[in-house]
């Protein structure tokens, strides 16, 4: 029988991190909801049923509400984003998801005081978004209940999804039992947009960004 899908995130956690409660119970809706894969690569836990994903992705509009896969492989390939293995900067992070296609992910980061919080590094080769996705484990799980075709992309943050019904951008249509999960289990509201949390987004190597992550990781950085 496989270990619960949390205990495989606390495994990966690096010293000062703790796997936040409410990401315990996301993983345990995942579980109930039979949203977590399990095969011979390892886990991977998502939002909304792959099969019904693919069976309602058309040319103009898709299911599902923000795609983004969970998974505990922690930090293997941020060494490849700073260009270091250095212990010191891997282990102020652990990466918890992937957030893009292309290959960004989200992590937790240990800040400079010590406060675990949520962060993006985008892939360089898609993305650059590198910030503070969310100060708190809710409000992440807000961000990802309003919508966005994929959270690496802030160009789009200022607005609501689909706002731009004329373009070629394909319908985004919201994860409505995950959107309900979200406000019933945690007795809050969902943002019409990514900036309402997104405070300070910033880009890769952006050295005049008030958002303490890109700051920090531009100073370490080797790019």
């Not at 409410?22 to 977590?36: C, S, T």
């Not at 886990?43 to 049923?49: A, F, H, I, Q, R």
């Not at 689909?162 to 373009?167: C, G, I, L, T």
């Not at 997104?198 to 370490?220: E, I, L, T, Y």
Request: glycine letters at 6%.
């Amino acid at each position: 029988m496989p270990i619960p899908f949390a205990e495989e995130f606390r495994r990966i956690l690096k010293p000062g991190m703790q796997l936040p409660r409410e990401f315990e119970l996301l993983f345990d809706w995942m579980e109930k909801n039979k949203l977590v894969i399990r095969n011979k690569h390892g886990s991977t836990g998502v939002l909304y049923n792959d099969r019904l994903l693919k069976n309602g992705w058309t040319e103009t509009e898709r299911p599902g509400g923000t795609i983004i896969e969970f998974s505990p492989n922690g930090n293997e390939s941020l060494k490849y984003w700073f260009r270091s293995e250095d212990p010191k900067l891997l282990n102020r992070l652990c990466a918890f998801a992937q957030t893009g296609a292309e290959g960004s992910q989200a992590a937790f980061w240990l800040d400079d005081s010590g406060k675990q919080v949520i962060v993006h590094l985008g892939s360089g080769s898609g993305s650059v978004l590198a910030c503070v996705m969310a100060e708190n484990p809710v409000d992440f799980l807000r961000l990802l209940a309003i919508g966005y075709d994929e959270i690496c992309w802030d160009e789009d943050f200022s607005r609501p999804p689909n706002e731009d019904k004329d373009s070629e951008q394909e319908f985004v249509h919201p994860n409505k039992e995950f959107r309900s999960w979200v406000t019933r289990t945690f007795h809050v509201t969902i943002p019409e947009t990514a900036l309402e949390i997104v405070k300070h987004p910033a880009h890769m190597g952006d050295k005049r960004s008030a958002d303490p992550f890109c700051k920090w990781s531009s100073r370490v950085c080797q790019w």
